[in-house]
């Protein structure tokens, strides 16, 4: 099957849609003109004036603290699961003695990260949770959150109540491509981050591969939303078409696929859809995002459809099929898989535990979920003893001379020469 279906795929690119060089033009904006430059394209484009972009302490603390008592549970809910599994996540040092050289390998977190919460159609106070607690979990000093403003100029409070749970620094009123610049290089306002995470349209996935290499990106590739189903009889078609919707509902640029050897069941799901986006408050714009990037793809067996899925690499997996478990273990490429009929997408969403800022636009090919490991760096720490020198230097030396390289060699001769001086370090 790798040959007819899978490789007519299409290979989708994030930023195919948006003009880079006007990308560009916007970073160079805010590294030339900074704060300034930032009033004027949030004018520009969020159509707001904010004079200060930096929320104050207070506010978040008040934003908290006037939740009505079941969102702040579900939001405490969320919080615990979270920062739990990303403790689990923290790698250890660990150290190798041998022939008298030590190596010890030490993971350092960043000392500030910049984290992006997207606006537009809903709010995302998950996503605070869900960038903010993985680098918590690391050990980070300084976290800052940049998110755009509302028609009003203001951030939405439960945005804001989220930053408060999580213990975030600062809180700043700037989105899209503006936002990452000024994480990325500073301002008067924002001082430059070490790594940005979060996830964002198209428009800011393309400003975040402009930056990197200045700072660090985690998760790089985390754009517009995305999900596969693969399902049959087993699972209620009207869960599978739930599923469905639910990523259209991000707004324009979500993907979604049903992937089934069933052409009835393949018809149930899509009658059951159209029921769905008929009650949707968002109907105009899932229905959209479902008509531009809706796929069916029918196929011969359930292997034929691991096939398809790792050709497409989802961000989000449902195998919501009979034998489900048996195929997990072929999957090699998707963000996340939620495995079974009692594990939608939503569950991952919110309060698993993993974050769900995850790879989209096929590069779960060869990038994955965010995780703690995204917030810190391995310093390697190197030891040697007067022994261990001994063992190595000729060899050392050895393939220094085979590279060209004299000084890399002097350097372990000349320590050679004290060693028959009878002196030393």
Known sequence: ???????????????????????????SEVRNG???AIRSLTSQFDRVDVTDPLVGKDALSDAWH??????????????????KFHKHETAESHAMTEDGITVLSVSQPVERAGLYVPGGLAVYPSTVLMTALPARAAGVEETVVCTPPNPSGDIDKVVLASAYLCGVDEVYKMGGVQAIAAMAYGTETIKPVDVIAGPGNAWVAT????VAGTVGIAAAFAGPSEIVVVGDESCPSSSAAVDLVLQAEHGPGGRAWLVTWSENYAEEVEAA????????????ETLDTLTEDGYLCLVDSPI????????????HLQLMCEGASGLVESVRNAGAVFLGGWAPASIGDYVAGPSHVLPT???????????????????????????GFDAVADAVAELAQAEGLWAHAASVQDRQRWADEGVGP
Request: proline share 5%.
């Open 304 to 315: 034929d459809a691991i096939e398809v899925v790792n050709e497409i690499a989802p961000e």
């Open 273 to 284: 859809m159209e029921q769905i986006v008929s009650l949707s408050p968002r109907k105009a």
């Open 34 to 36: 900074g704060d300034q």
């Open 361 to 387: 636009a096929g590069t779960a090919r060869f990038s994955g979920a965010l995780t703690v490991d995204d917030f810190q760096k391995r310093m390697h720490v190197v030891e040697v003893s007067k022994d």
């Open 1 to 27: 099957m790798k040959g007819p279906l899978a490789s007519q795929l299409p290979r989708f690119d994030l930023d195919a849609d948006v003009p880079v060089s006007a990308v560009r033009e916007i970073i």
């Open 66 to 83: 006037s939740l009505d008592s079941r969102l702040s549970d579900a939001l405490q809910l969320a919080h615990d699961r979270i920062l």
């Open 207 to 210: 400003a975040k591969r402009e």
